[in-house]
């Protein structure tokens, strides 16, 4: 019962900006949404997250759209170490706890 | 500062033995989940713990798996009678809250294989 869908792979060229998107079109208006990375062998990476307004930070922007039907990560110079599994989670809240719902992931490849 | 800690990175073990996984979470997180990664698939939701209280239990897969987090720091995950489809990474995550804008934050995992 993912809650996100995700393309399953990108490529995108080293210095460009990758921009992945996700498809959450039946979460719920209390509901993050979350984006983490994972590199072979490590444990996921926590990138950004937001609810409903647009959101910054030193590694990444996330685009939320107005109905929170969807949102887009962007990477704005991607490098070769940005190559990763990028998830696009829900953060499911019921009955005062919460938990991830990871979608199946896009695989990011940057190419040099 | 130190992240969260999973211990041992690699478990080989024949089928039917209990196997135990630990977990230190970040000093002073009060939340604390675990999720089962099968390979090439994203991680799945097993528990959560609020301090020491298991308040979330719905995603074990079956009665042979316990966790357990007596002091609301140190976490175990267990595993009874293994069986080889119990063969996944096992990710620990804590977060500073009980909420669900704060971050989770993962430790590498233990690796587990089912002979």
């Known amino acids: 019962d993912a809650k996100t869908t995700q393309p399953p792979s990108m490529d995108c060229a080293e210095g460009r900006a990758a921009n992945l998107p996700c498809n959450h079109s039946t979460i719920s208006g209390n509901e993050y949404v979350y984006w983490y990375r994972q590199i072979h062998s490590q444990g996921p990476q926590y990138i950004i997250h937001?609810?409903?307004n647009n959101e910054t930070n030193e590694m990444a922007s996330l685009i939320i759209t107005e109905d929170r039907k969807s949102s887009t990560l962007i990477l704005p110079h991607a490098t070769l170490r940005d190559t990763a599994v990028y998830y696009c989670i829900a953060a499911l809240t019921t009955s005062g706890t919460y938990k991830y719902i990871f979608g199946t992931g896009t695989r990011l490849k940057v190419l040099a | 500062g130190a992240g969260v800690s999973q211990s041992p990175r690699y478990k080989v073990a024949k089928r039917g033995q209990d196997v135990a996984l630990r977990c230190d979470p970040i000093s002073g997180h009060v939340s604390l989940f675990w999720y089962q990664q099968a390979l090439g698939q994203g991680p799945e939701f097993l528990t959560y713990?609020?301090?020491?209280?298991?308040?979330?239990k719905s995603g074990l897969p079956s009665d042979r798996f316990f966790a357990e987090r007596p002091e609301g720091s140190v976490s175990t995950l267990k595993i009874q009678r293994t069986q080889q489809e119990d063969s996944a990474v096992y990710l620990c995550a804590s977060s500073l809250g009980t909420g669900p804008g704060q971050p989770q934050h993962f430790g590498d995992g233990t690796r587990l294989s089912i002979l």
């Open positions: 937001g609810l409903k």
């Open positions: 713990f609020q301090n020491e209280a298991q308040l979330d």
